[in-house]
């Protein structure tokens, strides 16, 4: 079983003008490959997604926003 990895988006470019720059979300990917996705900006929600890379599709906006991974090894479970 691996274990969950931490990680966060960080924007370079904020296309919408709604989220800003920098940390501007927090998440977590599950042992399954499921990502859930919290918004750390002035109207916070939560989302959960299939896979990390169908999350780097919505919110990537072709690279001006990337995952940074806190946890960058996944242990034995």
Sequence with gaps: MIDPRRFYLERDVDVSG?????RVAE????????AALR?????RSTAVYE????LEV???HNGMTRV???DTTAGGG
Excluded: N, P, Q
Aim: net charge negative.
């Design 51 to 54: 896979s990390i890379i169908d």
């Design 39 to 43: 918004w750390r900006t002035a109207h």
């Design 18 to 22: 709604t989220s800003g720059v920098g």
């Design 68 to 70: 940074v991974w806190l």
């Design 58 to 60: 919505i919110h990537g």
């Design 27 to 34: 998440g977590v990917e599950f042992s399954d490959g499921t």
